[in-house]
């Protein structure tokens, strides 16, 4: 966490004129500035910025807050990471707390900046990049590189006395007990960003034939592939405008799409969809469209994102390139209108998950059709009540049997979030105290979504959700924020102890529905008893266990 003392220290060199006058033009108009607001369409000026009280305000829309919050609102950007990009703009130090401090990942920005100056003298890089269609500014954009051989490497570290721990801290290079060797060698670089815009590892694509075509910076401290987007950094703006991510399976991939105008596009990072990459997909509400590869692995890792984000509530659908073709390659062969074509009607997730698991059996056999019929209804069970309903007739047609044998039970998944109207009017206390601790701390909300999203509280998710969102002028959450009985927390080992206590009683419920839940079956209910029990009893060991 960055010390108090700190952030009081970047404020007083922050001047919100400067600040803001990097993202948006300003006016002076007498002792003010002022400019078209960049947070809703208008053409008459009703954005102003004092720096007197260093503040701005928009009295179209009401957006106002000190130069942090427009950073934070205008690069979508958490409390900490809008910190960071400050301090790293204004060359400021942070001061990290010793429980959790920030690691100095210098290297990794500056060996970047050395793979980007070998890339121009390496001709077959650059020519194999010019074949696949990329172009410099695209190059430039995106930081492409070049590694050279492992020595090479090695020699620039030393060269410029960087560590040889650092750089195997941070997956430069590795080591076999003997000797240290570079992990990236005669390969082209993708830079990978966290989402404030720090290099934090790298993707490197062969062009000597190795076997391995891709690999990955390995897990070190700042990267990890199942939380991390390539190059969401450069696509977040475009993702909160049009309400739509494009996630791929490749870089180049993105580099083309953003290169033919579909800047909202990402990629995961050699690694499939996981419930970690969900908090980052949450941010902005956007329609999710997943653009794979039609052979058996880009198909299979499909479904297992639709499968995900189905029952995550999250929008959206599948796009599946046939014929060895994919998103690069129609976009080097100018195919643009036609892929703007494909991500308008995607298949959606729950139509994907159905006719994929329809296909794996021979329906003609009223066995097999059976045991299909046993596998989507308990993938409906996964989905709320109303898309239960919505999709028994889409079953029924698609096994070509009455709508009426398409029997749906209980629902686990959804029993909390689905609870009557009546019981969201309950005041809870405990709920609300969490809620007024992320709006006056909002640095705590990554430590709180690690162990628990919206839909895990009962009463107050909707005021939860409004919290995280930052909607401080919203009528529910300036009534918290002004309420005297409701007390936030101050610390985050506070924060732990209550969140441990709230976890215990949470998955301890959710134990007992499950013993009385007669429609699960004995080795699914052996397995989830196990896991629930597992979960409380690391919880009452004090460790917050991570959502899955």
Request: glycine share 6%; charged share 25%; net charge neutral.
């Amino acid at each position: 966490m960055i010390s108090p003392e700190s952030i009081e220290a970047l404020k007083t060199r922050l001047d919100i004129v400067d600040v803001v006058s990097n993202y948006i033009e300003l006016k002076k108009a007498g002792a003010n500035f002022k400019a078209p607001c960049p947070f809703h369409d208008e053409k008459s000026p009703s954005f102003v910025v004092s720096p007197q009280k260093q503040i701005y305000h928009c009295f179209g829309c009401g957006a106002g807050g000190d130069a942090i919050k427009f950073v934070m609102d205008y690069e979508h950007l958490s409390y900490p990471e809008a910190l960071e990009k400050l301090a790293s703009t204004y060359g400021f130090t942070l001061n990290y707390t010793t429980s959790q401090k920030r690691h100095n990942t210098d290297i990794l920005q500056k060996i970047n900046e050395y793979y980007q100056s070998l890339l121009p003298h390496n001709q077959t890089a650059m020519r194999y990049l010019q074949e696949r269609g990329v172009y410099e500014s695209s190059i430039e954009k995106f930081g492409i590189g070049y590694a050279p051989a492992s020595h090479q490497t090695i020699e620039w570290i030393k060269n410029n006395y960087f560590s040889m721990q650092d750089a195997e801290k941070f997956g430069i290079v590795g080591s076999d007990g003997q000797r240290s060797y570079a992990r990236f060698i005669e390969r082209i670089t993708f830079p990978i960003h966290s989402p404030n815009g720090s290099v934090v590892g790298f993707g490197g694509r062969t062009i000597t034939g190795h076997q391995a075509k891709y690999v990955n910076s390995p897990e070190t401290p700042v990267f990890n592939k199942s939380r991390l987007l390539y190059a969401y950094h450069l696509a977040r703006n475009e993702i909160y405008k049009k309400k739509e991510m494009i996630i791929t399976e490749g870089y180049l991939d993105v580099v083309m799409l953003h290169q033919a105008g579909f800047a909202n596009a990402v990629a995961t990072l050699g690694t499939a969809l996981t419930k970690e990459h969900l908090p980052l997909l949450r941010k902005g509400e956007p329609k999710i469209i997943m653009a794979y590869d039609g052979d058996s692995a880009g198909i299979n890792a499909a479904l297992k994102a639709s499968r995900l984000l189905s029952v995550g509530g999250f929008s959206g659908g599948v796009v599946i390139f046939e014929g060895g073709m994919d998103p690069a390659d129609m976009v080097k062969n100018s195919q643009i209108e036609k892929l703007e074509e494909f991500f308008q009607h995607p298949k959606p997730f729950i139509d994907f998950v159905l006719d994929m698991t329809v296909n794996t059996y021979d329906i003609r056999d009223p066995k097999a059709k059976e045991r299909c019929l046993e596998e989507c209804v308990g993938y409906l069970k996964t989905l709320s009540p109303l898309l239960q309903e919505e999709y028994k007739p889409y079953v029924a047609s698609k096994l070509g049997i009455s709508p009426s044998l398409v029997r749906l039970g209980g629902n686990i998944a959804h029993q909390h979030q689905n609870a009557p109207v009546t019981q969201q009017r309950h005041r809870d206390l405990w709920e609300l105290t969490l809620v007024k601790t992320i709006l006056e701390h909002p640095e705590f909300s990554d430590m709180v979504l690690d162990v628990l999203e919206p839909s895990k509280l009962r009463f107050h998710a909707e005021e939860f959700s409004l919290a995280l969102a930052g909607q401080k002028e919203h009528p529910r959450i300036m009534d918290i924020l002004l309420d005297d009985e409701i007390r936030a927390l101050q610390t985050q080992e506070e924060l732990k102890k209550e969140l441990v206590t709230f976890l215990v009683r949470h998955y301890e419920r959710e134990l007992k529905q499950i013993n009385f839940d007669k429609s699960i079956g004995f080795e699914k209910k052996a397995y989830l008893i196990r896991k629930f029990r597992d979960k409380i009893a690391r919880l009452k060991r004090g460790e917050l266990v991570v959502l899955d």
